[in-house]
């Protein structure tokens, strides 16, 4: 045992200390070269200017101490703990450590360069103005843990689970994280470029100033999540799951998403600009005051759609059901609705300024001031367009009426409910109007 030791200005060269307790040891301006440690533990060590130029460490603790400009280079660690520690400029060089345990721990300005930890667990820690590079995770979990100004390059985290983790002014590039779980997760002007994940689970979490760019992403599950201005640029995701997630303000370009299952999904007050969704399942998803360019819904099933208050340009419905959709104030202008069933269609205020329908049955529809081509110029072809229990809320000339410049084939309706005196056959077949 070892009781206020102090060395100051030391070279030490292949220390090795085994089963050695220590109370206030005081280093400053050491360097150590080739030193070995097992079994030992420190309560209240001191560190400043302290440089160690390959160590191996086994079953060492560091208890209720500072750290001020320590340098670790080429170091093997093994059952190593930290806690109640606070470090200034602390780096780390070609690192390998092995379950490490690290609790209450505070590091400012802490440089990762070639770090590798495998089974750590991280409690009650802070990561303040620091870098990462080349820094590896595997097998991790961490709880209350917060990075806040930092910045990384090539992080990877490989089977990590997180509970209340803070990210505020992260920057991640080349990141790559596989089977990765947050529960309670806040970010705050984070920023992911050129990063992948894969298996990543996303629960309870509010992001604040999030970017995605150059990102992809496998197995991607949302639940109860909050975003606003989150921008993604160039992102394609495989296999989506969202419940309960609001997106406020998104600015999404490039986007696509495969195999996307949504439920109480909401994206409002956003700029979607080519965005994609593709053989996705929606449950009460909604698209409100927004404007979308070039947006794609190919082989969708959705259930309670809402489109509210928005303008489209370039919409393309492709081989999809829709059943109980509510589109309300909505301008839409070049439409392709093609091999699609619209089931229970209720459309108000909505004005179409070009759009095709090619094979396309529309069922149990509501239409209330719906104003369709009205500013084309040219003609357009609908095509075996089929209505079905049709309230058109006027007369048969006005639902009529918009179709009058343009040729319509095929166009079926049954049992129409007209709010006018005419009297109208139960079934009506116009074949061109």
């Not at 406020?248 to 999904?265: C, D, E, Q």
């Not at 319509?408 to 074949?431: K, M």
């Amino acid at each position: 045992s070892m009781l206020n030791f102090t060395e100051v200005n030391v070279t030490r060269f292949n220390l090795s200390l085994i089963n050695v307790t220590t109370y206030n040891w005081t280093s400053i301006e050491v360097l150590s070269i080739n030193s070995s440690c097992l079994n030992v533990t420190n309560y209240n060590y001191t560190l400043i200017n302290v440089t160690i130029l390959g160590a191996n460490y086994s079953s060492v603790a560091m208890i209720n101490s500072t750290a001020q400009n320590l340098t670790r280079i080429n170091v093997t660690a093994f059952n190593t703990s930290f806690v109640n520690v606070t470090s200034w400029n602390w780096t780390s060089i070609n690192l390998t450590s092995i379950d490490e345990t690290n609790v209450n721990v505070t590091a400012y300005n802490y440089t990762a360069i070639n770090v590798t930890l495998w089974n750590a667990t991280f409690a009650n820690v802070s990561i303040i103005n620091s870098s990462l590079v080349n820094y590896t995770l595997i097998d991790a979990s961490r709880l209350n843990v917060s990075l806040v100004n930092v910045t990384a390059q090539y992080l990877i985290a490989v089977n990590l689970t997180s509970i209340n983790e803070t990210n505020v002014n992260v920057n991640l590039l080349n990141y790559t994280a596989v089977n990765v779980t947050h529960q309670n997760l806040t970010m705050i002007n984070v920023s992911f470029i050129n990063s992948t994940f894969t298996n990543f689970t996303e629960i309870n979490a509010t992001r604040f100033n999030v970017s995605f760019v150059n990102t992809t992403m496998f197995n991607w599950t949302s639940i109860n999540v909050s975003s606003i201005n989150t921008t993604l640029t160039n992102v394609t995701n495989y296999n989506y799951t969202a419940v309960n997630v609001k997106n406020l303000r998104l600015k999404a370009i490039n986007v696509t998403l495969f195999s996307p299952n949504r439920t109480n999904v909401s994206i409002v007050e956003s700029h979607l600009s080519n965005f994609s969704f593709i053989n996705g399942v929606s449950h009460n998803f909604s698209i409100l005051n927004s404007s979308a360019h070039h947006l794609r819904l190919h082989n969708e099933s959705s259930e309670l759609f809402a489109l509210n208050g928005s303008f489209l340009f370039n919409l393309t419905i492709f081989n999809s059901t829709f059943n109980r959709a509510l589109v309300n104030n909505t301008d839409i202008d070049l439409a392709l609705v093609e091999l699609s069933n619209l089931q229970g269609l209720h459309a108000e205020n909505v004005q179409i300024h070009s759009g095709t329908l090619l094979n396309t049955s529309v069922s149990l529809v509501h239409l209330q001031n719906f104003k369709h081509c009205g500013s084309v110029v040219g003609a357009e072809v609908w095509e075996s367009l089929y209505f079905q229990k049709l309230n058109s809320n006027g007369s048969l000339r006005k639902l009529v009426s918009p179709f009058e410049k343009n040729k319509v084939y095929r166009l079926l309706a049954e049992e129409i409910e007209e709010e006018c005196s005419l009297p109208l056959p139960r079934q009506l077949l116009i074949l061109e109007v």
